[in-house]
């Protein structure tokens, strides 16, 4: 609760600087005196201890400083856990109360709580503990690591099922795990995602509130809000109720995507497209956007007219086309050449349809690119991760001993003689992502 973060951007309204919560008169008169001395506002001193601080926080915003009497606590701990519920991220937190115990002073710093105050409280403990949490908030806050180069990819379907979805995650595994690379899956259809449910994890309620209350995005609340997949890999996901549409101006969606950037190195969002067009600005930082389809009349079509649309509602946007679920068979709607011709421009990569392994990393809850790594549809998703990289000029993080090296895009996708015939057959150059 105590951890600092930069200034409210965006035009989010800025909290109360100080608000306590006592259980006596007497506690109350002396926290008084000494916001008094220090030139704070005494109106924002109440009476009810930690349980009326979470009934209240509950409803209300939190302020900058925060005091907390426990005297009314059985359980110090177990209510201070309540109260991070409740408490935006960024709060300093000073509590006090009788239990003189070195054990329970070492847990509550551990949960995050500034300072620890035994009673009866004597002025001049209330007054250092108070401008030191004043000193911590007013100071610029320490670097202590130096810049992430980050990199941002979004994934967008031209339409349903085209396997969008599937793409992100095996990008996003091989990201974090091949990559070596702290790595977060943004699933951005609140309502219908499948980014957590494909790595059998509960998505958590962290997006959804985000969305409802983006005021109180910053470090701390991502910390509580993601899950994690694996060391490297986070997701961030919702499954919000259908009877609460999306009511967002993806004000929220922008404040994630800035906040991943200070703590992760690669961000993979899942883009439903429907977002995308209500909300073009998503699209302002990121390094490349996928679009993905299936070799379809309907997916050329859909294509075509989200290429036509980039060009005038994000023209810095570098977009790449991947053709999904190429059959080993030639069975297809529509051949290469003629998905070609309809969106006007080369297909950048070509995926081959192996729906045995989709359907079983399904069932596993796992990625392509980790229980199908073996598979052609895998092996070409690994390569991929490691070419989108390069784009950026960003180097691949140490490949550890033990690890084996992703094989190339081209000598990946050169072995697959999935074509149907010949005529179809693309040239050694199709490979490589333009």
Same mark, same amino acid.
């Given at each position: 609760?105590?951890?600092?973060?930069?200034?409210?951007?965006?035009?989010?309204?800025?909290?109360?600087?100080?608000?306590?919560?006592?259980?006596?008169?007497?506690?109350?008169?002396?926290?008084?005196?000494?916001?008094?001395?220090?030139?704070?506002?005494?109106?924002?001193?109440?009476?009810?201890?930690?349980?009326?601080?979470?009934?209240?926080?509950?409803?209300?915003?939190?302020?900058?400083?925060?005091? !907390?009497?426990?005297?009314?606590?059985?359980?110090?701990?177990?209510?201070?856990?309540?109260?991070?519920?409740?408490?935006?991220?960024?709060?300093?937190?000073?509590?006090?109360?009788?239990?003189?115990?070195?054990?329970?002073?070492?847990? %509550?710093?551990?949960?995050?709580?500034?300072?620890?105050?035994?009673?009866?409280?004597?002025?001049?403990?209330?007054?250092?503990?108070?401008?030191?949490?004043?000193?911590?908030?007013?100071?610029?806050?320490?670097?202590?690591?130096?810049?992430?180069?980050?990199?941002?990819?979004?994934?967008?379907?031209?339409?349903?099922?085209?396997? +969008?979805?599937?793409? +992100?995650?095996?990008?996003?595994?091989?990201? +974090?795990?091949?990559?070596? &690379?702290?790595?977060?899956?943004? $699933?951005?259809?609140?309502?219908?995602?499948?980014?957590?449910?494909?790595?059998?994890?509960?998505?958590?309620?962290?997006?959804?509130?985000?969305?409802?209350?983006?005021?109180? !995005?910053?470090?701390?609340?991502?910390?509580?809000?993601?899950?994690?997949?694996?060391?490297?890999?986070?997701?961030?996901?919702?499954? +919000?109720?259908?009877?609460?549409?999306?009511?967002?101006?993806?004000?929220?969606?922008?404040?994630?995507?800035?906040?991943?950037?200070?703590?992760?190195?690669?961000?993979? =969002?899942?883009?439903?497209?429907?977002?995308?067009?209500?909300?073009?600005?998503?699209?302002?930082?990121?390094?490349?956007?996928? %679009?993905?389809?299936?070799?379809?009349?309907?997916?050329?079509?859909?294509?075509?007219?989200? /290429?036509?649309?980039?060009?005038?509602?994000?023209?810095?946007? &570098?977009?790449?086309?991947?053709?999904?679920?190429?059959?080993?068979?030639?069975?297809?709607?529509?051949? /290469?050449?003629?998905?070609?011709?309809?969106?006007?421009?080369?297909? $950048?990569?070509?995926?081959?349809?192996?729906?045995?392994?989709?359907?079983?990393?399904?069932?596993?809850?796992?990625?392509?690119?980790?229980?199908?790594?073996?598979?052609?549809?895998?092996?070409?998703?690994?390569?991929?991760?490691?070419? /989108?990289?390069?784009?950026?000029?960003?180097?691949?993080?140490?490949?550890?001993?033990?690890?084996?090296?992703?094989?190339?895009?081209?000598?990946?996708?050169?072995?697959?003689?999935?074509?149907?015939?010949?005529?179809? =057959?693309?040239?050694?150059?199709?490979?490589?992502?333009?």
């Amino acid at each position: 609760m105590n951890e600092q973060r930069p200034a409210p951007r965006f035009g989010i309204p800025k909290r109360d600087l100080f608000k306590a919560f006592v259980c006596d008169d007497l506690s109350m008169d002396l926290v008084g005196a000494t916001c008094a001395t220090l030139g704070w506002s005494g109106g924002c001193i109440f009476k009810g201890g930690i349980k009326n601080a979470i009934q209240s926080l509950s409803i209300s915003s939190s302020p900058s400083i925060l005091f !907390i009497d426990l005297s009314d606590s059985t359980v110090p701990l177990r209510d201070v856990n309540a109260l991070a519920e409740v408490c935006e991220p960024g709060t300093i937190v000073i509590v006090g109360g009788h239990m003189n115990d070195v054990r329970l002073y070492r847990d %509550l710093l551990a949960s995050g709580i500034q300072d620890y105050l035994l009673k009866p409280f004597h002025p001049d403990q209330l007054r250092d503990s108070f401008v030191h949490a004043q000193t911590i908030l007013t100071s610029p806050r320490p670097s202590d690591t130096p810049d992430i180069p980050h990199f941002q990819v979004s994934v967008m379907g031209a339409r349903g099922g085209v396997g +969008a979805s599937m793409i +992100a995650s095996a990008l996003a595994w091989s990201m +974090a795990l091949h990559q070596r &690379r702290t790595t977060t899956l943004l $699933d951005l259809d609140v309502h219908f995602g499948t980014s957590a449910l494909g790595f059998d994890l509960s998505p958590g309620k962290g997006l959804a509130e985000a969305i409802d209350n983006p005021s109180r !995005i910053d470090g701390l609340f991502l910390e509580r809000a993601l899950v994690h997949a694996s060391e490297k890999l986070s997701v961030l996901a919702a499954e +919000a109720s259908i009877m609460q549409p999306l009511l967002s101006d993806g004000t929220a969606f922008r404040l994630l995507q800035e906040e991943l950037k200070t703590g992760f190195e690669c961000t993979i =969002a899942d883009l439903p497209r429907d977002l995308a067009v209500m909300c073009p600005h998503l699209l302002g930082d990121i390094h490349t956007l996928l %679009l993905v389809a299936e070799p379809s009349l309907a997916c050329a079509r859909d294509i075509f007219r989200l /290429l036509n649309w980039l060009k005038t509602a994000a023209p810095l946007v &570098r977009p790449q086309v991947i053709l999904n679920k190429m059959a080993a068979n030639g069975i297809i709607e529509i051949s /290469l050449g003629d998905f070609e011709k309809a969106i006007e421009q080369a297909v $950048d990569v070509i995926l081959p349809d192996d729906p045995k392994i989709v359907r079983e990393c399904a069932r596993l809850g796992k990625a392509v690119t980790d229980a199908g790594r073996s598979s052609k549809l895998g092996q070409a998703l690994q390569a991929y991760a490691a070419n /989108l990289i390069e784009q950026v000029g960003a180097p691949s993080a140490p490949t550890s001993h033990t690890e084996a090296k992703p094989p190339a895009l081209a000598s990946v996708l050169q072995k697959m003689s999935f074509w149907g015939t010949k005529k179809d =057959a693309p040239s050694q150059n199709r490979y490589a992502v333009r």
